[in-house]
């Protein structure tokens, strides 16, 4: 099996391809900043530093913000023929905290009260009705940066202004008084392979500006698990660290990170979260493309063919999806005679497909 890894490249980047090298016979350390896609009706293509990019059984594509629409795309070419755990439309709503909220409410996945506005007077009304403290966020990531906090309707009115005057978009969200911490799982799959506590250095509010990134274990429980886990596959993604709050009703999710850093959390548990991770893509790229080529059906077909000289043969078979497509076996159209000449009527009802010459 070969992978590729696209990323900026971090130590995590590193990290996990040298444990994926495990796991598959080659893994390609693929620069994002290089790639560059091709769109055209019909058909697209992914080129890197100007070639066509090779193609893979596995790739884990991954980034910041800034590169969201590159890895739509770029996922959105290679998603049906090869597995990738994160899927196109999760890197626009993953990397959007508006989208990522819109999209956890539907799921009625719990989260701290978010108010989005579209004019200032509307803004002002919230900021009228809202308990303080309040946090005010910027739709992207910017670990940690793009987070302020408001104690009072004064401070609220006046970082607002300073916002509208930038034209920068915000949100305004609920304070959940936690003492300064968070809580980051790191979900793979249906499991949560490690979590961590992050703690806020003294006087500060937010627990991911960096007081050195330390964190401690943390053991969540099933309820925090099944959010996080939840979260994950409502955005689309397989792999990724959702970042939670403990309130007094309960976690509740800020927000979902698809390309989280490994050195905390794998310093903090003692978990090699790499290696889960790796161990994780291997699997799923195995049933990926054994349901891809289903080998077995061929070849157990050709074992169990019956009776070439019989009139009419039956075949005991799966069916060989191919996307949404069913691909027939090859001895299939050799017993039917079938070839791309000639015409043929294709009888369909619930259950059964009859292909006929006319
Ligand atoms: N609603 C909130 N109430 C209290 N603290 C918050 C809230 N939202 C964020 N924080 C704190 O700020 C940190 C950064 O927020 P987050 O939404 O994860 O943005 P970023 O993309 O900058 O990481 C969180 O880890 C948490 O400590
Ligand atoms: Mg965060």
Known sequence: ??????????????WTIEAMKKYFDSVDNVDLKNIEVNLSSGKSDVLYNGKPLKSYDCIYAKGSFRYA????????????ST??????????VGHDKLLTHLFLQQAKIPMPTTYLTSSPTAAKKILQKVNYPIIFKFPSGTGGKGVM??????????????????????????????????IRVIVVGDKVVA????????????????????????????HMKKIAVDAAKVIGADICAVDMLESVKGPVVVELN??????????????????KMAKFLSEKTKHFTDKGTKKGAGDIIKEIAIDKGAKEQQILSNLDFRGERVLLPKIV??????????????????????????
């Open 1 to 14: 099996m070969k992978a590729a890894v696209i990323s900026l490249g971090s130590e995590s980047s590193r």
């Open 69 to 80: 629409q590159t890895l739509r795309a770029v996922t959105g070419v290679y998603y049906p």
């Open 83 to 92: 597995y990738m755990p994160i899927k196109a439309g999760a890197f626009t």
């Open 149 to 182: 906090y408001a104690e009072s309707f004064a401070a609220a009115s006046s970082l607002m202004d300073a916002l509208e005057s930038l034209r920068q978009p915000f949100l305004i969200q609920e304070y959940i008084e936690t003492g300064g911490e968070d």
């Open 195 to 222: 979590a961590m506590k992050r703690k806020a250095v003294v006087g500060e509010k937010r627990a991911n500006i960096h007081s050195g990134g330390e964190g401690e274990a943390f053991l969540p429980d099933t």
């Open 258 to 275: 698809l390309s989280p850093g490994l050195q905390g959390v794998t310093l903090a548990t003692g978990i090699n979260v790499a290696d």
């Open 333 to 358: 159209t050799d017993i039917a005679n079938l070839n791309d000449k000639e015409e043929f009527v294709i009888k369909v009802k619930k259950g059964k497909v009859e292909i006929g010459k006319i």
